[in-house]
């Protein structure tokens, strides 16, 4: 049985400068456990050797493994390999894991000088129990996603205020 396909998104806004936000998500690191309430490292960062030395080409020669805690008790091991990035604008992912499929987190400044986030995701779930579920838990499972990018968006506004107010 193929699982459905979930199309995700989201839209955050925050006070910050397009640098501030992009310093932070496109972090080659990849730490966004760091920020992101009920996000722990799943297994170390890996990055192919000989990457370059620049951000982006360190960003795209890095896979993150970062699980996450869903509202509903259970946990998602993601994989995350950046494909393609465009400074400022856009980052595209491959996915893996517990979710097979790509997203992209792209940022734009406002009228009024703030930043907004857009992100897009179109996964499959590939766990036998979410893929079985899937036909009737579909509600609950986009609800858990919405709770989810919640907490994440709370998480970078904070981290966000915190490195302003060191500055």
């Not at 896979?63 to 494909?83: D, E």
């Not at 400074?87 to 009024?112: I, Q, Y």
């Not at 838990?137 to 709370?154: D, I, K, Q, S």
């Amino acid at each position: 049985m193929t699982a459905r396909l979930y199309d995700l998104s989201s839209s955050w806004m925050f006070p910050n400068s397009r640098q501030e936000v992009w310093d932070v998500i496109a972090d080659p690191n990849m730490a966004w456990q760091d920020w992101w309430p009920g996000c722990t490292q799943g297994i170390p960062l890996q990055r192919v050797p000989d990457a370059g030395t620049s951000k982006t080409e360190l960003l795209l020669a890095s896979t993150a493994t970062l699980n996450f805690k869903a509202s509903l008790g259970y946990t998602l091991s993601v994989m995350y390999h950046p494909t393609h990035v465009e400074t400022l604008n856009e980052v595209t992912f491959n996915a893996g894991g517990d979710l097979a499929g790509e997203g992209r987190v792209t940022l734009s400044s406002t009228s009024n000088g703030q930043t907004q986030m857009d992100i897009e995701w179109r996964v499959r779930p590939t766990s036998h129990w979410m893929t079985f579920f899937s036909p009737v838990a579909r509600p609950v499972f986009t609800y858990a996603h919405a709770a989810l990018m919640r907490r994440g968006e709370a998480g970078l506004r904070a981290y966000l205020a915190r490195k302003t107010d060191k500055n």
